[in-house]
């Protein structure tokens, strides 16, 4: 079993940063690709990106793509999501999650563990 917490969620204005933490319990994070995805108030959860067991590859949804990046310290059991350029429309609760598919997946079926989530909230 793998345990996800994420931390680093809050309230930035437009145009601010903002960088996302997923801590995973247990010594076995390095066999996981690691996901981020999102949910806004009353729409489907959305593919955010994703990373590889070692951090080589990565692969973002279209609306996030040359905005926010994806990285992981595997020695800290942890993936990061490093959100720039942030609009209204990034407002969500933004959630990690863990997959032992050892492609770079977009969908969250193929995701085994998740994390309770973190809330962003970009302003005006």
């Known amino acids: 079993q793998v345990q996800l917490v994420e931390s680093g969620g809050g309230l930035v204005q437009a145009g601010g940063s903002l960088r996302l933490s997923c801590t995973a319990s247990?010594?076995?994070?390095?066999?996981?690709?690691m996901g981020w995805f999102r949910q806004a108030p009353g729409k489907e959860r959305e593919f955010v990106g994703a990373?590889?067991?070692?951090?080589?590859?990565?692969k973002y949804g279209d609306s996030v793509k040359g905005r926010f990046t994806i990285s992981r310290d595997n020695a800290k059991n942890t993936v990061f999501l490093q959100m720039n350029s942030l609009k209204l429309e990034d407002t969500a609760v933004y959630y990690c999650?863990?997959?032992?598919?050892?492609?770079?997946?977009?969908?969250?079926?193929?995701?085994?563990?998740w994390g309770q989530g973190t809330r962003v909230t970009v302003s005006s």
């Open positions: 999650a863990g997959t032992r598919y050892v492609g770079l997946t977009s969908v969250a079926a193929a995701y085994n563990y």
């Open positions: 990373i590889s067991l070692n951090g080589g590859g990565t």
């Open positions: 247990g010594r076995t994070f390095s066999t996981y690709a």
